[in-house]
C-alpha cells in the first residue's frame, strides 16, 4: 500500500536473486504509481530482475485496525455531537492515529467519554466491515461520506461497517474484516 489519504505506507522486503532490499516506505505518485523505498541489505538488485515482494503483515494489520477505527470514531462523532463534524485530516499508523475534525465548541470530558463508549461498543459487537465499488453518484445516493473536496473518479471503493452501516465512506485504505479484530479504542 503506497502512502494515501493520511495513512502511512507499506514496509517490507524485496528478495531478487543476488541480494535483498528493506522497504521502509511506499508513497504514491499523483498518477498512482507506488514507489517503494529502501535500502540494499544484501548483494545487488538489477533492473529487470525477478523480485519476490513482501509486505510486512503484521504492521499493515496494525495499520489496518487504526484505520478502520477513524471511522468508528468519526460515526461516534457525528452521532454524538452532531452531523455537522466532519474529518479534516489524519495520520494513521501502526502505533497509534491522529484524527482531525471540524467541531464548532470545545468538546466536554463527558463527551469524550460517550465517543469513546461507542466506539468500544462497536468494536465489542464485532461489525462487519466490507468495501464495494461502485459509481461516485451511486455512491453518494447511498448516503456515503466523500472528504476533504477530494476529486473521485468515475468509479470509487465504499467501505461499510455493519449491517446496517454505522459508517459508509468513501475509502481507499486497508481495513480489517470485522471491528472486533481492533480489540479496544481509547482517546
Known amino acids: 500500500y503506497g502512502e494515501m489519504g493520511g495513512q502511512v505506507g507499506d514496509t517490507g522486503e524485496v528478495s531478487a536473486p543476488r541480494g535483498k532490499i ?20 544484501e548483494g545487488n538488485v538489477s533492473i529487470g530482475d525477478e523480485v519476490d515482494a513482501r509486505v510486512d503483515i503484521s504492521r499493515r494489520l496494525d495499520i489496518a485496525r487504526n484505520h478502520t477505527a477513524t471511522h468508528l470514531l468519526q460515526a461516534a462523532l457525528r452521532q454524538i455531537l452532531g452531523s455537522r463534524v466532519y474529518q479534516k485530516g489524519s495520520l494513521v499508523g501502526p502505533d497509534r492515529f491522529r484524527f482531525d475534525f471540524s467541531h464548532m465548541a470545545s468538546i466536554t470530558n463527558e463527551e469524550v467519554k460517550g465517543i469513546q463508549r461507542q466506539v468500544n461498543e462497536w468494536i465489542r459487537q464485532n461489525l462487519k466491515v466490507k468495501a464495494r465499488r461502485l459509481s461516485y453518484s451511486q455512491a453518494i445516493a447511498e448516503g456515503a461520506i466523500a472528504l476533504f473536496e477530494e476529486k473521485y473518479g468515475d468509479q470509487v471503493r465504499m467501505l461499510e461497517i455493519g449491517e446496517p452501516p454505522v459508517s459508509k465512506e468513501l475509502c481507499g485504505g486497508t481495513h480489517v ?7 479496544m479504542f481509547m482517546i
Open 22 to 41: 528493506i522497504v521502509t516506505d511506499a508513497i504514491r505518485t499523483p498518477t498512482g504509481v507506488i514507489i517503494h523505498r529502501g535500502r540494499v541489505v
Open 177 to 183: 474484516s470485522s471491528t472486533g479484530q481492533i480489540g
